[in-house]
């Protein structure tokens, strides 16, 4: 029995054989090969991938590291701008309890003030007024002793019929005044 093989037309390679990777004949050219390329990846990445991935990754830290320490900084700037706001805040509102008692002070001193005044100008109005109606009184006392008088001498001649003068008759009530 005669084998009669065949190749295809593609490869060249007889049909029926092992898969060529696996192929134990071809191993060492396949290794030569792999040591090839494998060499020229390995300087491929070293000399040029690698320096420029450390680069960027250097870089990448780099700026990482700037962005977190000015963040802290910010922090800081805004913590000391949030105590100074804090401070003045504080101090403002002491500020405005101070204003208020000093504004106190000053309008019951005002009106202590206007007080006085207003009770020195009644009690001089109350003086002038007491004045006013003495003087009344008095003059009103003075007729009554005038009217008094008249009266008396009207009714003393009414009564008797005789005609009595107006001195004799306020002569006579001075005397039943006392």
């Given amino acids: 029995m005669a084998t009669i093989t065949e190749t295809t037309e593609t490869t060249g390679q007889p049909e029926g054989g092992a898969f060529p990777p696996l192929d134990s004949s071809t191993f060492p050219s396949q290794l030569f090969w792999l040591v090839i390329f494998f060499a020229l990846l390995y300087a491929l990445l070293s000399r040029l991938v690698l320096p420029r991935l450390a680069a960027i990754m250097a870089a990448r830290k780099n700026q990482i590291d700037g962005d977190v320490a000015r963040a802290q900084a910010l922090k800081n700037e805004t913590e000391a701008a949030l105590r100074a706001y ?10 405005a309890g101070e204003i208020g008692k000093a504004t106190r002070d000053k309008a019951a001193s005002i009106a202590a003030s206007q007080q006085k005044a207003l009770d020195s100008e009644l009690a001089a109005k109350i003086k002038t007024a007491e004045d006013t109606i003495a003087k009344a009184k008095a003059k009103a006392l003075q007729s009554l002793h005038t009217i008094a008088a008249d009266s008396a001498a009207d009714i ?22 006392n």
């Fill in 86 to 95: 804090e401070k003045s805040l504080a101090d403002a509102r002491s500020n």
């Fill in 156 to 177: 003393v001649a009414q009564l008797t019929g005789v005609k009595t003068l107006k001195p004799a008759a306020a002569k006579a009530v001075a005397a039943v005044k």
